[in-house]
């Protein structure tokens, strides 16, 4: 930042995933990030709600889970500001053997708009996890580009949630159900996912993940 490497920008993304969402809760959150705006990547609210406008990139970028109907969240951050004056997560689906079968195309019915600018999904879309997890396999990884492909094609930043690699004794209150029972195994998922050009890689892990993406680069 003090050398304005704008290219680089943004540096630091803010992940609100709120789970106490009445409105007042909704307009105090708003009203704290009103105060920093100037940090903040924003775009111009369009007329059409289907049609983007560019993002001007800030230091900072923010994004909102909005689960399905979830329609608080759209009202105080996006419906209530006036056109020219900011993504959709796709709802957790039940968690079961039958999910890495779902076709990519299954998983999202609409392409990116004004507001709705990023989606992710459970790991467990790609292939199972946690105890009923295997190693990793081709059918695994032509899976995974295609689904980072396809939200890419709809216009979308994609996340994925999540990945975890640690034994019993390495366990510090992290969840298991995502836990793929060694770093190896963690890591060789993680440089896929970044090999596929996810944007976002969820996992317990961050310390553990931050240093292999950069032994990547």
């Not at 009445?22 to 990030?33: G, K, N, Q």
């Not at 970028?61 to 004056?85: S, T």
Request: with cysteine; proline share 5%.
């Amino acid at each position: 930042m003090k050398e304005n490497k704008r290219q680089t920008w943004p540096v630091v993304t803010l992940y609100l995933d709120i789970k106490n969402d009445p409105v007042e809760h909704l307009e105090e959150v708003s009203r704290v990030l009103d105060r920093y705006n100037d940090w903040f990547s924003t775009a111009v609210k369009t007329a059409d709600i289907a049609k983007q406008s560019p993002l001007d990139v800030r230091p900072m970028l923010v994004l909102v889970e909005d689960k399905q109907n979830d329609n608080n969240k759209k009202e105080v951050f996006y419906d209530r500001v006036p056109v020219g004056g900011n993504p959709k997560k796709l709802p957790r689906a039940e968690k079961n053997a039958a999910m890495p079968s779902i076709p990519v195309e299954q998983l999202l019915n609409a392409k990116a708009d004004n507001y709705h600018r990023w989606f992710g999904t459970d790991w467990a879309f790609i292939e199972l996890c946690g105890k009923q997890s295997k190693s990793w396999s081709p059918e695994a990884e032509t899976r995974l580009k295609r689904f980072v492909s396809y939200g890419h094609s709809q216009g979308y930043l994609v996340s994925l949630y999540a990945v975890n690699g640690f034994g019993d004794s390495e366990n510090q209150g992290w969840t298991n159900e995502f836990n793929f029972g060694s770093r190896a195994e963690a890591e060789v998922r993680w440089k896929a996912a970044a090999a596929a050009k996810a944007d976002f890689i969820a996992t317990d892990q961050y310390e553990t993940l931050a240093a292999a993406l950069a032994s990547w680069h």
